[in-house]
């Protein structure tokens, strides 16, 4: 406790103590009832993830408070760009108020604007993608040294698996399926077992203490 109660210089007893100490119990309670199998351990835990739901219904609150507030400052200003900024307060405005008046069922106005602007807008996003993407493989499948070469072979074995090239399309789909199982997956693992362990260290930094980004800079 002494690490978690740590002292802040410039902020009040209450603004330094209480945030880390409702870390610290909360942290360490999560973390002790994954090694206590009864029914209080899973009333603990179904309950922890109810205040995970509520504390992310007041997060979506300071987000929608948040855009507004930038795009309104943009507005203001007269920024480049700020007549994107009145379209998305528009949408906005129109999105939150048509959902509870006429609800969210299919052909609602809430609906209408979801799939009609929404998903041709999104996917108009992502085929756009698909230019950056063909622009970074050309780049990084230039062959400069041994790694690249692999790596070119490897990306066309996997992109020709799915033509049809008669007998050839058969080894082809054996040599792409030991590729995706076996090596790529040996990858996958090590980078799932950095990520995991990545995640514990933070989440001990910011148990204990020692992480404390998120009590802001005033």
């Avoid at 509520?54 to 480049?80: C, D, E, H, N, P």
């Avoid at 950056?132 to 400069?144: D, K, L, Q």
Wanted: with cysteine; proline share 4%; charged share 10%.
């Amino acid at each position: 406790m002494v690490v978690v109660c740590g002292s802040f210089q410039g902020k009040s007893p209450v603004k330094r103590h209480v945030p880390l100490a409702l870390v610290f119990i909360t942290g360490f309670l999560l973390v002790i009832q994954y090694f206590v199998p009864n029914d209080a351990s899973d009333f603990l835990y179904s309950y922890s993830l109810d205040w995970v739901i509520v504390i992310g219904i007041f997060a979506t609150a300071l987000g929608l408070w948040s855009l507004v507030k930038v795009t309104t400052s943009k507005i203001k200003r007269r920024q480049r760009g700020w007549g994107y900024s009145v379209v998305t307060l528009v949408g906005l405005v129109v999105m939150l108020v048509a959902g509870p008046i006429w609800g969210i069922e299919d052909g609602t106005l809430f609906m209408n604007l979801f799939w009609y602007i929404y998903t041709p807008i999104q996917a108009t996003m992502f085929s756009l993608l698909a230019f950056f993407i063909a622009s970074a493989a050309y780049r990084a499948f230039r062959v400069r040294s041994l790694v690249a070469g692999v790596l070119l072979v490897s990306a066309l074995v996997i992109m020709l698996r799915l033509i049809p090239l008669g007998p050839i399309s058969q080894v082809n789909q054996v040599f792409a399926s030991w590729i995706l199982s076996v090596p790529n997956m040996a990858a996958k693992r090590a980078i799932a077992m950095g990520v995991g362990l990545g995640a514990i260290a933070t989440a001990l930094k910011v148990v204990t203490g020692i992480e404390r980004s998120y009590m802001g800079r005033d």
